[in-house]
């Protein structure tokens, strides 16, 4: 199939940091292109770029779209289409090439071509929570001026291509993690897309809902004739899903080419991780026939959670493990104090005596929340504050800033950063980091205040197997 894009010695940098340096590659017409890399390899810099909705100061070498463009209406088609009528107007389609890294954002072309690519963010739920599922479509649909009965056909049917016809009426918020992952890709379909990018997709996922969304995407790739870029940093997932894979590391191109060969390099990196004895003592957390019920007009009663029960002791790891929407999050709540169950009992030990969770107040569960720290799987940071005040000030912690800065180091470094960049990270601002970085920042702000407790919900979600 023909060249769709040519990226040629391509250099993206922010302030002083070069994140993509001297990156070439091709994607071909309908190709699936996986791109590999660790947290931080640039991977999500190099998808906006070719989004091409943005503009970047410190942009150098070339982004190509080699396109077909029809010149009556200036629709934009694949290049195997050069020289067919449109499909729009009847008029002729023609070859043209565009640099999106001169190309201004406001130019006619660039624009045309924009409307013909679609994007599944990372982390990212772009979603109407209080609407229906088939209202959240019909609503995409509306906005390229398609509306009425045959809105609701369209609507109806996209929800059918990603295999979601069973929640058409529910409430979008209701929806489980890949859920609303294939409601993104159908609202994405509305555009008839050309290319397809994909930011980590199913990062967070568990890995049987993450096959489900994978299947989504493979299927509406090939329906709509779709070139696909998907990055992640599950080789898995690259492995999978890939014609052809490249590896991305430190915004440098490793590698290119044969998925499997190139997932088996990344993961040499990963060697053999040392597994450390640690003592266990007495129970400390206890949950008692645990239930949480919800009543959903949609769905009626909701079990959550359903007559659980389970000991934690005092230094132990215990890991919560199921598939979306099994009610692992919900369990973390319960043993925060941040939910109270409908029936049953959670306790948590300090000192001595055991706290009831469902007892609010100081004197009941707030003697204990003090002690336990919670990373949510859905986490924010301050997005207005850099990363010293997100570890220090903003959660309260009042100490000398000699004394905060090395005790933000030593915890950064515990959350996996090196010193060198842990020292380089304290002063940018939340949306100077990855999605991985900002994780961990994250973490690191649970950890500074050393909690006996810690309670982590998917905390290693958007981070590669190295980090």
């Not at 006996?452 to 590669?464: C, K």
């Amino acid at each position: 199939m023909p060249i769709l894009i040519e990226i040629k010695n391509l250099n993206v940098g922010f302030d002083d940091t070069n994140v993509l340096k001297d990156v070439s590659l091709t994607v071909n017409e309908g190709e699936v292109l996986g791109i590999l890399g660790k947290s931080s390899a640039g991977k999500t810099v190099l998808l906006h770029v070719l989004r091409g909705v943005e503009e970047f100061e410190h942009i150098s070498g070339q982004v190509l779209y080699h396109v077909g463009r029809c010149a009556r209406c200036g629709y934009i088609e694949p290049p195997s289409k050069v020289g067919k009528p449109c499909v729009k107007c009847g008029g002729t389609v023609e070859h043209v090439t565009a640099d999106f890294a001169t190309l201004g954002i406001h130019d006619p072309l660039r624009k045309d071509i924009t409307r013909r690519i679609a994007i599944m963010l990372q982390r990212t739920f772009a979603l109407y929570g209080d609407e229906r599922v088939i209202v959240n479509v019909m609503n995409a649909l509306m906005e390229i001026g398609e509306s009425g009965p045959d809105a609701i056909h369209k609507a109806a049917d996209l929800l059918d291509q990603v295999n979601l016809s069973h929640r058409m009426m529910h409430v979008a918020r209701e929806l489980s993690g890949g859920e609303k992952q294939r409601v993104v890709l159908a609202r994405q379909l509305v555009k008839k897309p050309m290319i397809l990018l994909a930011d980590e997709p199913t990062g967070t996922l568990d890995p049987q809902t993450a096959e489900l969304v994978h299947k989504s995407i493979l299927e509406a790739t090939n329906d709509y004739h779709m070139s696909l870029i998907i990055t992640s940093h599950w080789p898995q997932v690259i492995r999978d899903l890939s014609h052809r894979a490249i590896w991305l590391d430190d915004g440098r191109k490793v590698q290119d080419g044969d998925p499997k060969k190139i997932t088996e390099e990344f993961m040499k990196q990963v060697g053999v991780v040392e597994r450390h004895h640690v003592e266990v003592g007495s129970p400390i957390i206890r949950g008692v026939n645990i239930s949480k019920k919800y009543f959903s007009l949609d769905r009626g009663v909701v079990r959550a959670v359903d007559n659980v029960s389970f000991e934690i002791n005092e230094g132990e790891i215990f890991g919560i493990i199921g598939v979306s929407g099994a009610g692992k999050t919900t369990t973390s709540k319960i043993i925060t104090g941040l939910l109270r169950p409908t029936t049953g009992n959670m306790y948590v030990r300090i000192g001595d005596e055991w706290v009831d969770m469902s007892v609010p107040g100081t004197e009941g569960k707030g003697r204990a929340t003090k002690h336990i720290g919670l990373l949510h799987q859905e986490y924010s940071l301050y997005p207005h504050r850099n990363v010293i005040d997100n570890l220090t000030e903003s959660i309260g912690l009042d100490l000398p800033y000699e004394l905060g800065e090395r005790k933000a180091i030593y915890t950064l470094k515990t959350a996996g950063f090196t010193e060198k960049k842990a020292q380089d990270i304290l002063k940018k601002m939340p949306d100077e980091l990855s999605e991985s970085e900002a994780h961990r920042v994250a973490l690191a702000q649970v950890l500074i205040k050393e909690p006996r407790i810690l309670v982590f919900d998917e905390p290693t979600g958007t981070m590669d197997p190295i980090t």
